[in-house]
């Protein structure tokens, strides 16, 4: 499995755009690169999913370069309800659907107003 | 539709003592998973079940063990409970496990189980 890093905390005030970027030097051809939110109390939810350039949902946008050594995640205009921990998960069998989802310690994000 | 339910919510265990934690889903789905989450710490795959009447071991198989009892539901026990097992214990469900067009068949979570072993 791919090996991830995030940051592991961030800051950001309503309104505003947050970017959380993703590293995975080690990345395969067949993986894809998966996204999901946790909030406190509560088991993680699906965001978005990728596999090169750019993804984009109601919710996010996943941007992948062409190296796809790295992803970077995308709120836009985040509220106080996007205080949450968000993973990166990059790997075989196991980035959001497989056999073996492996969840790294994540990004705390944490919206004031 | 509710989704994957988990009982009970809340658990207090003296060591030794046995008990299972019941999942269910109503998603029709083919997999299920029970993970386990430590304070600050991502989750990690306990068991996980491909489909009905298969079940296999995830990265922390140790000191548990699984049922899947039919198509909905998916049953994990502690059979002599140790105060490492203290965490909250997430369920989850899939369409199906691996790689299809478009990416990995996204799971779907309960609201957990909060373990504490003494």
């Known amino acids: 499995l791919a090996k991830t890093t995030q940051p592991i905390s961030m800051d950001s005030y309503e309104g505003q755009e947050v970017n959380i970027t993703c590293s995975h030097n080690?990345?395969?051809?067949?993986?894809?690169i998966t996204w999901y939110q946790q909030f406190p109390s509560q088991g993680p939810r699906f965001i978005i999913q990728?596999?090169?350039t750019k993804v984009t949902n109601e919710v996010a946008s996943l941007f992948i370069p062409a190296d796809r050594k790295s992803s970077t995640l995308s709120l836009p205009r985040v509220s106080l309800s996007d205080t949450a921990v968000y993973y990166c998960?990059?790997?075989?069998?196991?980035?959001?659907?497989?056999?073996?989802?492996?969840f790294g310690t994540g990004t705390q994000l944490k919206v004031e107003l | 539709n509710a989704g994957v339910t988990q009982t009970p919510k809340f658990q207090v265990l003296k060591t030794g003592q046995s008990m299972t934690l019941q999942c269910a889903q109503d998603m029709n789905h083919n997999s299920m998973y029970w993970y386990r989450q430590d304070p600050g710490m991502g989750l990690r795959l306990i068991y996980y079940s491909a489909s009905e009447g298969t079940t296999d071991k995830g990265e922390v198989p140790n000191g548990y063990n699984v049922s899947r009892l039919n198509k909905r539901e998916f049953s994990l026990r502690l059979e002599s409970a140790a105060p490492s097992q203290t965490s909250v214990y997430f369920c989850a469900s899939s369409e199906r496990t691996g790689l299809l067009s478009g990416g990995y068949y996204e799971q779907y979570f309960g609201p957990g189980t909060r373990l504490t072993v003494t």
């Open positions: 080690n990345i395969a051809t067949n993986d894809y």
């Open positions: 990728g596999y090169k």
């Open positions: 998960l990059v790997g075989g069998r196991g980035a959001g659907g497989g056999n073996k989802l492996t």
